[in-house]
């Protein structure tokens, strides 16, 4: 069973910058698709980035508009969130999610909390 714990959260500015990670242990993620799904305060979980195994392929939600960027090290057994121009929408608790062998998500992390605010 693999676990999976975030990082890098915390509080920053509009417009400013953040690297979530997310590392693994127990088992190896290479053989896995790989996500962040983040939750804003009083809604619903948004499954809005993904990875295929070699990290030559990447899905984005349209409300991103080319302000993220998911990679993995598969060496490290790590994936990465590079997250600029953050804005006030952005504010979630972001979890990294493993796919799971028969589809959905299988395993999560704890998440990790991004405050945007002036």
């Known amino acids: 069973q693999v676990q999976l714990v975030e990082s890098g959260g915390g509080l920053v500015q509009p417009g400013g910058s953040l690297r979530l990670s997310c590392v693994a242990s127990?088992?190896?993620?290479?053989?896995?698709?790989m996500y962040w799904v983040r939750q804003a305060p009083g809604k619903g979980l948004e499954w809005f980035s993904g990875i295929n195994t070699d990290g030559g392929s990447t899905y984005y939600g349209d409300s991103l508009k080319g302000r993220f960027t998911i990679s993995r090290d598969n060496a490290k057994n790590t994936l990465y969130l590079q997250m600029n121009s953050l804005q006030s929408e952005d504010t979630a608790v972001y979890y990294c999610?493993?796919?799971?062998?028969?589809?959905?998500?299988?395993?999560w992390g704890k998440g990790t909390l991004v405050t945007v605010s002036s």
């Open positions: 999610a493993k796919a799971g062998d028969y589809g959905g998500l299988d395993s």
């Open positions: 127990g088992s190896t993620l290479r053989s896995y698709w």
